[in-house]
């Protein structure tokens, strides 16, 4: 079972063991950077991180649980907005190629010329 740390707890063990400060770095503060960083362009957003960053703001009561689920929908929602959109644009690049004469067989016809095929060969 994987428990999260607290704040004291983390002080403790930062004065405690010399140098773990480099090593052990908190979930927020890589969210915060990918954010930061996605916001600049520099990276791709990730709802991972924002999910992380609203989260910790809802702990420590600096957004109410009801804005957090607002603004987590409409995350979601932008996300699923963004994959429709790719996906409308694998479906033009598609038909774009069977334009071009290149025909592609519908999965029915296929299905049909593939047991046609058996059946010659059977006779």
Same mark, same amino acid.
Request: proline fraction near 2%; avoid cysteine.
């Given at each position: 079972?994987?428990?999260?740390?607290?704040?004291?707890?983390?002080?403790?063990?930062?004065?405690?063991?010399?140098?773990?400060?480099?090593?052990?770095?908190?979930?927020?503060?890589?969210?915060?950077?990918?954010?930061?960083?996605?916001?600049?362009? $520099? @990276? +791709?957003? &990730?709802?991972?991180?924002?999910?992380?960053?609203?989260?910790? *703001?809802? %702990?420590?009561?600096? =957004?109410?649980?009801?804005?957090?689920?607002?603004? $987590? @929908? +409409?995350? &979601?929602?932008?996300?699923?907005?963004?994959?429709?959109?790719? *996906?409308? %644009?694998?479906?033009? =690049?598609?038909?774009?190629?069977?334009?071009?004469?290149?025909?592609?067989?519908?999965?029915?016809?296929?299905?049909?010329?593939?047991?046609?095929?058996?059946?010659?060969?059977?006779?």
């Amino acid at each position: 079972m994987v428990s999260e740390l607290g704040g004291s707890q983390i002080s403790t063990l930062l004065e405690t063991l010399p140098g773990i400060a480099n090593v052990l770095r908190s979930p927020v503060a890589d969210a915060l950077g990918n954010v930061i960083r996605a916001g600049a362009r $520099l @990276a +791709e957003f &990730h709802v991972q991180d924002a999910e992380e960053l609203i989260r910790y *703001a809802t %702990r420590r009561s600096l =957004l109410g649980q009801d804005e957090g689920d607002r603004l $987590l @929908a +409409e995350i &979601h929602a932008a996300e699923q907005r963004r994959a429709d959109k790719a *996906a409308d %644009r694998e479906r033009a =690049l598609k038909l774009k190629a069977r334009a071009k004469g290149k025909t592609v067989k519908p999965v029915k016809a296929v299905k049909k010329v593939l047991k046609a095929s058996k059946a010659a060969k059977r006779r």
